[in-house]
């Protein structure tokens, strides 16, 4: 509490008033150090707190050297009943080949969605003559499907046994990765709900995701 106007502190005194307490001066620096410290520990907790978070975030990983990494995802657009898929190729260093965002009319199921996402990136890499590469998506029940040999027996299992006869599945490895770290491909479908049919560019994205690519990198 501040000293009114005109009021005086004597430092001789062995007592301060604190709300009507009495409180030894004695005890003023041990207990501000003790206090010091508690508050040092908890914000050292506060920041290895923060610093285990953070290590939990996935992004992005490289692909094997001199290889390339496709990423696909799939949205939905339940307002106007669309659907968006999105797909980007990145070579080992994280730099674009090519993305592409295509809007479609909205299937009856998310996983069919994904699967649809996953035969339009097999039909990408086809259609610029990629046939060696890394195919990712966020959705454990596609990536599952892709890896089994045997054609499944899904609602979408027709449309991925489709899209592998438009390549060798040996030269591909299919991978699943968490939402976080399929961040561009996540945009890109999104994006999608600006497309009208398809739309694709070459050594680059939608110039407002460069900041997702940047992140999404790592």
Known sequence: MCPRVGSSINPSEDWIRVQQNDYP??????????????FHRA??????????TNTSQVTWIPPPANSLK?????ALFKDINKAGLGVV????????????SEQIQMP????????????????????????????????????????????????????????????DVKCIT??????????????????????????VWIEDVPPHLHYVLIADYG
């Open 89 to 100: 190729i990145r070579n080992d260093h994280g730099q674009v080949i090519a993305s592409l």
């Open 108 to 167: 009856f199921s998310s996983d069919l969605v994904e699967a649809l996402a996953a035969a339009r990136a097999i039909s990408f890499a086809y259609e610029l003559s990629f046939t060696n590469y890394v195919l990712e998506g966020d959705s454990d029940v596609v990536i599952k499907a892709l890896k089994h040999s045997d054609d499944s027996l899904s609602s979408f299992g027709h449309i991925l046994a489709s899209a592998k006869t438009l390549t």
């Open 174 to 199: 299919f991978s699943h990765t968490r939402r976080s770290g399929n961040a561009v491909a996540h945009n890109l479908a999104k994006h999608a709900r600006h497309v009208l049919g398809f739309k």
């Open 70 to 74: 496709i990423n696909f995802d799939g």
């Open 25 to 38: 001066i004695t005890q003023v620096v041990p207990n501000a150090r003790q206090a010091l410290s508690v």
């Open 43 to 52: 914000n050292r907790v506060q920041q290895s707190h923060t610093t285990v």
